[in-house]
């Protein structure tokens, strides 16, 4: 049987062994409770201090600026909600775009539910913000900007360091939040660079473990913690730390920072492949996202064909061994369109025929030219079926043998 080839590390990343070999024993023989005061705690404050200190000085802050979290969802829900609250008195109002992740758009809509008064700002068909109606968005009131630093559907890198200094200039009490779940891993990504106080992030998407995350948090930064109960991270998230999951995330990012040169190399080799080869073999297909490949993740190719639905060319690949995504969600067994490709003002039809392709460290290009092999027939062959697909009487009378008019 064929090996199958994974093409959803936006979604996902394998664990690395040398992860799971750093979270061992922590699982095992380091049991402790990292807040107590016994000898058997000792050891599991080491791994969980030693995380602390390993990620903040990749992300270049200080230990105490990062507070550990169950995912990266959390991260950006305790970013939002912690600063609205905690700001409160000063302003209500929330600035975010139309193309973030669900985890800070739904969390932002429940804000706003909640009486805080939000601003989408819009997205270019690239994807991109539009820096002169940030600028405009800020004002006096305004408490809370939550940016993207990479988009998981099209793979925009967003100009978060200009926007930040557009932001504090308006207003320097303003607090700017990035999620960078996507961008850790595929983007050299440091704090003072970017310049902004909150900044999210998962270790699912860069090989380390699931259901573990952390929120950097610039000193003096106002936050109103959500998870009330303990005096852990410095009483801004209660709960027993997940010290083995915290020591995977840390060397999984460690890993990520020590081989980001050759994984970049990698990836940004088969995504240029994809991105290239995929038009070109295949009609009417349009790449979704920058056309500068400088302001895309290196990991992802991201892709609409017309006259076909998403769902069905993932089914057809996976039956081919290839696991990949369509980047759109299913809700309540209707299928919506992306909120990120509609926002980039394609239309409902087009934007239904979605493929995301995002390649990772263990990818080769035999595996993309396998599935360069694959997909024009399926996708032709789900054309023929297809009622919208304008040279359908085509297709069939030469099924049928017949000469097309
Ligand atoms: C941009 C972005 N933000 C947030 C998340 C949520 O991360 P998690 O799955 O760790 O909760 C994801 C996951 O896909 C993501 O891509």
């Known amino acids: 049987m064929r090996k199958r080839v994974y093409l959803d590390h936006a979604a996902t990343t394998p664990l690395d062994p040398r992860v799971l070999e750093a979270m061992l024993p922590y699982l095992s023989d380091f049991w402790g409770n990292p807040s107590s005061l016994y000898a058997e705690a000792q050891e599991a404050r080491k791994g969980l201090d030693g995380a602390r200190r390993g990620i903040a000085d990749l992300l270049g802050c200080k230990p105490q600026e990062i507070i550990f979290t169950s995912c990266g969802s959390e991260s950006a829900a305790l970013a939002l909600r912690g600063v609205a609250y905690a700001s409160h008195r000063r302003g209500n109002h929330i600035v975010t775009s ?39 968005a800020v004002g006096e009131e305004t408490t809370l900007v939550s940016i993207m630093l990479a988009n998981n559907e099209v793979g925009t890198i967003e100009p978060i360091a200009e926007a930040v200094r557009i932001v504090k200039a308006k207003n320097r009490h303003t607090a700017f939040h990035t999620d960078a779940v996507q961008a850790v891993g595929a983007l050299n990504v440091g704090v003072d660079g970017l310049g902004v106080d909150l900044l999210s992030i998962g270790a699912h998407k860069f090989y380390g473990p699931k259901g573990v995350g952390a929120l950097y948090v610039r000193s003096r930064t106002p936050l109103l913690p959500q998870m009330l109960g303990g005096a852990q991270e410095k009483n801004r998230r209660a709960g027993t730390e997940n010290v083995a999951h915290i020591v995977g995330m840390a060397k999984a990012m460690a890993l990520a920072y020590a081989e980001f040169e050759a994984r970049n190399a990698l990836c940004s080799a088969l995504r240029n492949r994809l991105l290239e080869e995929l038009p070109a073999r295949v009609p009417h297909t349009h790449v979704t996202g920058p056309t500068d490949r400088a302001r895309r993740l290196s990991n992802s190719a991201s892709f609409c064909f017309e006259y076909i639905e998403g769902e069905a060319i993932l089914m057809a690949l996976d039956l081919q061994g290839v696991a990949a995504s369509s980047g759109s969600a299913c809700t309540s067994g209707s299928l919506e369109p992306s909120h990120v490709l509609t926002a980039m003002g394609l239309s409902l039809d087009l934007a239904r025929g979605s493929l995301r392709l995002t390649v990772g460290k263990e990818n080769t290009m035999e595996e993309i030219d396998y599935l360069l092999e694959v997909l024009p027939g399926i996708v032709s062959r789900l054309r023929a079926l297809s009622p919208t697909w304008p040279e359908r009487e085509a297709t069939e009378a030469r099924a049928a043998g017949e000469k097309p008019l």
């Open 98 to 136: 139309a193309s973030e992740h669900h985890a800070v758009l739904h969390t932002a809509e429940r804000l706003e539910q909640e009486g805080f008064r939000l601003t989408h700002l819009p997205v270019d068909s690239e994807g991109f913000i539009d820096l002169a109606e940030l600028e405009k």
